[in-house]
């Protein structure tokens, strides 16, 4: 999983991130929304559901895995941290990515976890000072 935030969805300003992050060879499910027509040209393959008629499933096309980690997010931010300014929105979604893609579903257990999360600070360091605005 790899977030960014997007003040406002289009086309136009998801297309550049798109192509910079995702390889042409991948296959990408989507739903029927605006944002998604023409990704057909830049992947391999695109398919997409029709949830206003009722399909959410078709063949391997669905959009459960992000619908999934939308989930995780929305409980995260309205139970533990109850409010997300757009300022720090950036650090609250590199927190959710890396707990989605070091789960323990996909085989990574506390350990290993934890080690990975000390090789992420290496060489790094944060000072509240100049992570605002001014």
């Known amino acids: 999983m790899r ?4 003040p406002a969805v289009t086309a ?3 297309k ?3 192509e910079a992050h995702i ?10 929304g605006a944002t998604s027509k023409g990704l057909g040209r830049l992947f391999e393959k695109h398919e997409s559901v029709n949830h206003s008629i009722g399909e959410y499933v078709r063949g391997d096309a669905h959009t459960n895995t992000i619908e999934g980690y939308f989930s995780i997010l929305k ?7 109850h409010h997300v300014s757009q300022q720090h929105l950036k650090r609250y979604l ?9 789960r323990a579903a996909l085989g990574v257990n506390d350990q290993a976890r ?4 000390i090789r992420g600070i290496v060489g790094k360091r944060l000072m509240y000072k100049d992570s605002c605005v001014a």
């Open 3 to 6: 977030s960014h935030h997007v």
């Open 12 to 14: 136009d300003n998801l």
């Open 16 to 18: 550049p991130i798109i």
């Open 23 to 32: 390889d042409g060879a991948t296959i990408v499910y989507t739903d029927e």
């Open 75 to 81: 409980r995260g931010i309205h139970g533990v941290y």
């Open 94 to 102: 590199a927190e959710f990515d890396f707990r989605y893609n070091e």
């Open 114 to 117: 934890a080690d990975r999360l």
